[in-house]
Nanobody, 122 residues
Framework: QVQLVESGGGLVQAGGSLRVSCAASGRTFSSNAMGWFRQAPGKEREFVAGISWDGGSTTYADSVKGRFTISRDKVKNTVYLQMDILKPEDTAVYYC???????????????WGQGTQVTVSS
């Protein structure tokens, strides 16, 4: 059974930092692109960041570019999202996802974690 388990969410003040992690189990995603999405209350789920299978290519939403960094550790089968200079509008449930492709193609993310709450207070 494939599982993506997020951790590291929490409450942080505006301007602060937080790192969320996503550990995969049940299979390895070493050949798959990985990504992070988020969903705020009353809004649709949106793409945040993605990383190619080898970590050589990363993609970010304009709203987080320059503040968030996605990375992966293929040995640990884990993906990270380092979030800096957090803003109240970053408040959302953050979901880890794995694509059925080696490159970041948003429509090809197939496997999802259960999500972790990130709350940024003003």
């Amino acid at each position: 059974q494939v599982q993506l388990v997020e951790s590291g969410g929490g409450l942080v003040q505006a301007g602060g930092s937080l790192r969320v992690s996503c550990a995969a189990s049940g299979r390895t995603f070493s050949s798959n692109a990985m990504g992070w999405f988020r969903q705020a209350p009353g809004k649709e789920r949106e793409f945040v960041a993605g990383i190619s299978w080898d970590g050589g290519s990363t993609t970010y939403a304009d709203s987080v570019k320059g503040r968030f960094t996605i990375s992966r550790d293929k040995v640990k089968n884990t993906v990270y999202l380092q979030m800096d200079i957090l803003k109240p509008e970053d408040t959302a449930v953050y979901y880890c996802a794995a694509a059925s492709a080696s490159a970041v193609v948003i429509r090809l993310f197939r496997y999802w974690g259960q999500g972790t709450q990130v709350t940024v207070s003003s």
